[in-house]
């Protein structure tokens, strides 16, 4: 799962570790796949859980946004 794998590799610490954890499962609780996930996403969970920052959460419809974006990407 990249770059959510990467990300969960490079934190330091169980309370950031659970953070990522936590926000994996949030997305499965979605229906959604993390693997699938906007690696914008990840990287925005990467560097708000470095800064000690809450992250915004990802839906569908987020998720549907991704899609889109990927689909007219050349």
Known sequence: MRPGGDILLRVDGWPK???VLS????????GLDPC???PDHWRHIG???A???PFRPYGPE????WLQRKA???
């Open 17 to 19: 570790v659970q953070q």
């Open 23 to 30: 926000a994996i499962d949030a997305i499965e609780a979605d």
């Open 36 to 38: 699938e996930t906007a």
């Open 47 to 49: 560097s708000h859980i």
């Open 51 to 53: 800064a000690g920052l």
């Open 62 to 65: 987020r998720h549907r946004a």
């Open 72 to 74: 007219i990407a050349p």
